[in-house]
């Protein structure tokens, strides 16, 4: 009989393409004559991005290009959490930014409970922060992907299929 095929349900980002996006968002700050002298700087750490500027106009500016930039280098703008705007000394304002990565675990039992409506011949398997599908059909997993497609809009984390087997 035939094997099983199986793909993963991942939520990752190319770390260069984040990066690039940040350089290029840092060079159109210098250039643009509404931001050049607000002294606006991003920091990039392994889980976090953080936007340091003089004024909320200018942070909320900055960070428009920013997620403009991300898009433009095909990135989802859902890797990007931004948390609350805080004053820090004297004038100057800080967001920081967590960078989502991996599916949380509610998420993943959600998507399982998904799966199993939709399609009850396939199996969904929770490993560490990915998901593994597997079926003997591949028509059924082929389903389960568009199903996920189609749906994308209600997860918090953008989604991506590897590992196709």
Do not use: C, W
């Amino acid at each position: 009989m035939a094997a099983e095929s199986t793909f993963d349900i991942v939520s990752e980002f190319e770390r260069q393409e984040l990066l690039n996006a940040v350089n290029q968002a840092r060079r159109e700050v210098t250039t643009r004559y509404d931001l050049k002298d607000s002294k606006t700087e991003f920091a990039v750490d392994e889980k976090t991005l953080t936007i340091t500027t003089e004024s909320e106009m200018h942070l909320a500016a900055a960070r428009d290009i920013l997620l403009t930039k991300a898009l433009r280098r095909n990135l989802s703008i859902k890797i990007f959490k931004f948390g609350d705007e805080e004053e820090i000394s004297g004038p100057r304002v800080r967001q920081i930014a967590t960078l989502q990565q991996g599916i949380p675990d509610d998420l993943a039992k959600k998507l399982q409970k998904l799966i199993r409506e939709h399609a009850p011949k396939v199996q969904a398997r929770i490993q560490g922060d990915a998901l593994r599908v597997g079926s003997k059909s591949r028509d059924d997993l082929q389903t389960v992907i568009t199903l996920l497609r189609e749906r994308q809009d209600e997860f918090a984390v953008p989604l991506q299929f590897t590992n196709y087997r």
